[in-house]
């Protein structure tokens, strides 16, 4: 593991931590890896792997060692957790994931604080190097996974990067996810591929949310504000709900079998465990209700 520098061992039901160094910039960033107990089906184990990775791990592992363990009564199986993030303790670096989530070509944009460097974006296909190469490269070494039941989630700007990924690299993986998509950002570029989108043969699946209060009204709480008018200005600009209910249209006019849910009474960070929660049924259900069945039954854990 010449290219890990620092590894250990979170305060979440077991998981794992690897700082990754990137084989071509010499970036460092973190790798979080929970893998059920027992052997891994034959094939591989199915994974969810989860883009802001410090924000997410502890509620994805919380779900799954809630639910999994009995599959008739939450209908979600067992599957591996594969989050990537950045050596730090808060929930986000938010520089370094402007970068890394921001798909190219990208703009730059004033500091975060006052004495901060300049802001960039772009670094999203550095990024996908990363996981697809690096990552996947290392994790060949820790875990068996199956190559045909690999599932990405992203929210907010990790929503924009995954549905770029997709319509770039649709083999990469089966399951789609994205939550609050920043379907906006930056001119609505993603709109340009989603015109020349093709999935070809893969057949895909695409999970689209966003909260309640990411609609054109502003949220109960937030009504009466010092902020209100900046934040319906700001919502009549991203459009969050809107752009994502025509991003599902345009998908299932493709033929991608596609989903969307809006969350009550969410915000656009509270959604957050919401759709974690949502992601894992998404990648690991062992029957989808409402469309065909999507992995096989494995036995209930005691």
């Not at 997410?56 to 363990?69: E, S």
């Not at 901060?116 to 996981?131: D, I, K, N, S, Y």
């Not at 820790?142 to 649709?170: E, I, N």
């Not at 015109?195 to 699946?205: M, T």
Request: glycine letters at 10%; a negative charge; hydrophobic letters at 45%.
């Amino acid at each position: 593991m010449r290219d890990v520098v620092a590894e250990g061992v979170a305060d979440c039901g077991g998981t794992r931590w690897f700082d990754l160094k990137d084989s071509q910039t010499g970036d460092i960033r973190r790798v979080f890896l929970w893998v059920p107990q027992g052997e891994a089906p034959a094939a591989g184990w199915p994974a969810l792997w989860l883009l802001d990775g410090n924000a997410v791990i502890g509620t994805a592992v919380d779900v799954m060692r809630a639910q999994a363990f009995w599959p008739t009564g939450t209908n979600l199986g067992w599957g591996v957790l594969i989050a990537v993030g950045y050596p730090t303790d808060e929930a986000y670096d938010s520089f370094r994931r402007s970068w890394d989530l921001g798909p190219p070509p990208g703009h730059s944009y004033p500091p975060f604080t006052p004495d901060g460097p300049e802001v960039r974006t772009g670094g999203g296909a550095e990024m996908a190097r990363f996981l697809l190469e690096d990552v996947g490269g290392f994790l060949a070494g820790q875990v068996a996974l199956d190559p045909a039941r690999q599932s990405l989630f992203g929210h907010s700007f990790g929503g924009l990067f995954a549905l770029w990924l997709m319509f770039t690299r649709p083999d990469a993986f089966a399951n789609w996810i994205a939550a609050s998509p920043a379907i906006t950002w930056e001119d609505s570029f993603l709109l340009d591929h989603l015109d020349r989108f093709d999935a070809g043969d893969h057949r895909l699946r695409v999970h689209l949310s966003a909260g309640e209060w990411e609609g054109e009204a502003l949220a109960p709480f937030q009504a009466g504000g010092p902020e209100a008018a900046e934040r319906l200005a700001e919502k009549a600009r991203t459009r969050t709900v809107g752009a994502a209910q025509e991003m599902a249209a345009a998908l299932s006019a493709r033929g991608v079998t596609t989903r969307i849910e809006i969350y009550p009474d969410e915000t656009h960070m509270s959604v957050l465990p919401v759709a974690v929660n949502r992601a894992l049924r998404w990648a690991f259900a062992l029957a989808d209700t409402q469309t065909e069945p999507a992995f096989p039954q494995t036995k209930e854990r005691t």
